[in-house]
Structure formats: structure tokens, C-alpha cells
């Protein structure tokens, strides 16, 4: 079965084309590597209201993964996870810990990433979202924690058995 998915990049820079957005093209290619039928690029300002309507639209849409990147740092304009937390059911801590320490290799200002992983529950349809770094190498390295479970998370959102043995 293929999958939905949306990549949503917060970035203020991004959206008014100062800089190219790498890291959300880093995601979308990954995850139609994958075999995720991935939605048109969504590009915002790092305004929380739009990222929250965005998300809620991916959603809506048949998303069943949705991955942000960007504003998951501590500057003033880092809203992502500030608007993506109330629209949890539920956190996935782990995740976004693993995504950290897997960063961590490489520089130590991953530990400086708020990003979330959780459940959108919008009552018909559950989906996961996860708020990857802004960078190309934060979000390979969400990439390559995320990609070996991505299925495995839909499944269970619908309800499938925890068996991962063939």
C-alpha cells in the first residue's frame, strides 16, 4: 500500500525566496525513496497560525506522515514546534530523542533541536508528524532514523500487530 506524506518548511527566509529551501527537498526526496506518494511543496513563513493550517491541511488531505523542518531551534522566530504540540493526541519522545543523538555525530548543536514527534488524531484518520531540523544534514539525519519505522508507524496508527519478525 502507498502512502501519503507532506513535507511543510517553516522557514522565513525560505518563503520569501532569500534562501532555497534544501532541507525540505532533502525529506520529500527521501521519503518518495521510500515509496511515500509525497504532496506538492509547502513553503511557509515561520508564522505559527500558517504552519498549524498547513499541518491541519496535510492532514485533512490524506497525509498519514507529515514532516516540518525548520523552526525547531531556540531563536525568536522558531514557532514549529510551538504550533505543532496542541495539535498532539499524544508525543512520541523517543523519536525525537533518537533524531538528536543521531545528530549529535555530526555537531553538537543538535542538542539544541526542539522537534517533536506525535499523533494528529482528527478523529477519521491518524498521522504522524515528526519537526525535523532546518538544515540538509538535520534532516538526513531525521531521514535515517525515521525511514526504517515510517510504515511500521502507519500500521500501527491502524491498528496493526507490534510483530516485526517475517
Known amino acids: 500500500m502507498t ?6 518548511t517553516c ?16 525529506l520529500r526526496d527521501g521519503l518518495t525513496e521510500l515509496g511515500f506518494e509525497v504532496s506538492d511543496p509547502v513553503i511557509l513563513p515561520d508564522e505559527a497560525d500558517q504552519i498549524a493550517l498547513a499541518i491541519a491541511r496535510a492532514v485533512d488531505e490524506g497525509a498519514r506522515i507529515v514532516l516540518t523542518t525548520g523552526g525547531t531551534g531556540i531563536g525568536p ?3 514549529t514546534v510551538e504550533a505543532t504540540r496542541p ?4 508525543e512520541i519522545p523517543g523519536i525525537a530523542e533518537a533524531v538528536r543523538a543521531a ?7 543538535s542538542s539544541l533541536s526542539r522537534g517533536l514527534a506525535g499523533v494528529i488524531d482528527r478523529g ?25 519505522v515510517l510504515v511500521h508507524i502507519v500500521e500501527q496508527l491502524d491498528g496493526a500487530d507490534h510483530d516485526l519478525t517475517p
Not at 3 to 8: E, L, Q, S
Not at 11 to 26: C, F, L, T
Not at 125 to 148: C, E, K, T, W, Y
Open 87 to 90: 495539535m498532539l493526541a499524544y
Open 103 to 109: 545528530g549529535l555525530s555530526a555537531t553538537p548543536l
Open 124 to 148: 477519521d484518520q491518524r498521522s504522524f508528524i515528526f519537526n525535523a531540523p532546518g538544515s540538509r544534514g538535520g534532516a538526513r539525519d531525521a531521514l535515517a532514523v525515521l525511514a526504517p
Open 3 to 8: 502512502y501519503r506524506a507532506a513535507v511543510i
Open 11 to 26: 522557514s522565513d527566509r525560505a518563503a520569501a525566496d532569500v534562501y532555497e529551501d534544501r532541507s525540505g527537498k532533502v
Open 77 to 79: 522566530r522558531d514557532v
